[in-house]
């Protein structure tokens, strides 16, 4: 059984936090991994995302230079360390991935699996 377990969020006022996403129940190195968010009364958005299959990186501009994507393989594990939250920034946080069969997106139609996701709160 496919999980992706998001772990991290909590209440913050504009500092830092590390999200984690446990994956298990699939070849972590087969998918390609990715961070969506969805702010109340919002759209789902894509966050950042990271390819196994070339490393490839993708920020959305609403986070580059604030937000750190990184994978550790061996633990089958996706972080996201977020720095200088804002408010606008809670939301609540998923995990999910994609085969590399799509090649290396980071779209909400192109994921596979998704996780129950995580609340972030940034107060002011």
């Known amino acids: 059984e496919v999980q992706l377990v998001e772990s991290g969020g909590g209440l913050v006022q504009g500092r830092s936090l590390r999200l984690s996403c446990a994956a298990s129940?699939?070849?972590?190195?087969?998918?390609?991994i990715g961070w969506f968010r969805q702010a109340p009364e919002k759209e789902r958005e894509g966050v950042s995302c990271i390819s196994n299959s070339d490393g490839r990186i993708y920020y959305a501009d609403s986070v580059k230079g604030r937000f750190t994507i990184s994978s550790d393989n061996a633990k089958n594990t996706v972080y996201l360390q977020m720095n200088s939250l804002k408010p606008e920034d809670t939301a609540v946080y998923y995990c999910?991935?994609?085969?590399?069969?799509?090649?290396?997106?980071?779209?909400?139609?192109?994921?596979?699996?998704w996780g129950k996701g995580t609340l972030v709160t940034v107060s002011s």
């Open positions: 999910a991935v994609h085969s590399l069969s799509k090649g290396s997106q980071c779209e909400l139609s192109a994921m596979d699996y």
């Open positions: 129940g699939f070849t972590f190195d087969d998918y390609n």
